[in-house]
């Protein structure tokens, strides 16, 4: 395979780009991810601020998130629209259990308020993160095949809106290498995958505010231990059941959160990580301690296959 030359990439993309966005108004959506990130930066550096950068606050999303994108692209000189729509997701999401259901209504929800954003700021052009692992993921059918203009509920015929990929030929490596190339800092050019979805993927059963509220605890104390350890994805999950334990010397039924952290080159086969003992004690410590409802804590030592690297 040819050499990637990153700066020669950004130059012909943006030359390619120039007359086709022709100085109209596009908007993107970024959720603080390497991809949307990396297609929001480079379309910005042609569009400037004809681009309208939106944050669909969902609700699902990591502690401190909305503002850890908003202060990396305004290093950058992007402002970044923030749109609080957590409420919106709960009410939609409240009562579902099944993974495959929680997903699409997910999904549905997160284009109605995308479609929402495309009308209000009149965008020409919607800017989209897909990289070609996710066209091949979806061509086997790993990953449900989804007309996005459909989904949000625009005809292109009405709008004119057109959507925009520039990222679609490139592999995870190399976005990170144009992600490196335009400015962004290593939290995002080095960052973890984190699913669509976010943390509604690591709660086993119906995702309610109080269940948001103790799997991003959680999720922090993991990512900050595991912080220096190589891998390719670290996270905690919350079951649905429960389990008895000691609390204040009395037997309590409280919540049970499980630890995974794997390695894989491309997310399709992965090993569980050697975490060591005293570590993973360590976060044992801390999630019981930090999250009292917590009463068992479970590392999870299962390759993919047969399972998978989520739970949901
Ligand atoms: P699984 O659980 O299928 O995950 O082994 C493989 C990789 O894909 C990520 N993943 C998702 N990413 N939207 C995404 O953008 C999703 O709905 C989704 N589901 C799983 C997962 O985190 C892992 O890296």
Redesign the pocket.
Known sequence: MKKFNVKKFIEEKIRELKPILNGQKAISATSGGVDSTTATVLVHRVLRDKLKVIFIDDGLMRQDESQFVRDILKNLGIDLIILNKAKYFFKNLKGIIDPEEK?KKFRQTFYEVLGEAVKKYRAKFLIQGTIAADIIETKKGIKTQHNVLEQIGILPEKFGLKIIEPLKDLFKPQVRKVAKELGLPPSIYARM?????GLA?RIIGEVTPQKVEIIRKATKIVEEELKNIKKF?AFAVLFSDKATGLSKGKRSFGDIIAIRCVDSED?LR?KPSRINFNKLMRIQKRITTEIPSVVKVLYDITP?PPS???YV
């Not at 995958?193 to 979805?197: K, L, M, S, T, Y």
Request: no cysteine.
């Open positions: 997903r995958p984190f699913p669509g979805p993927t994805q997310a992965a993919k998978t690297i989520e």
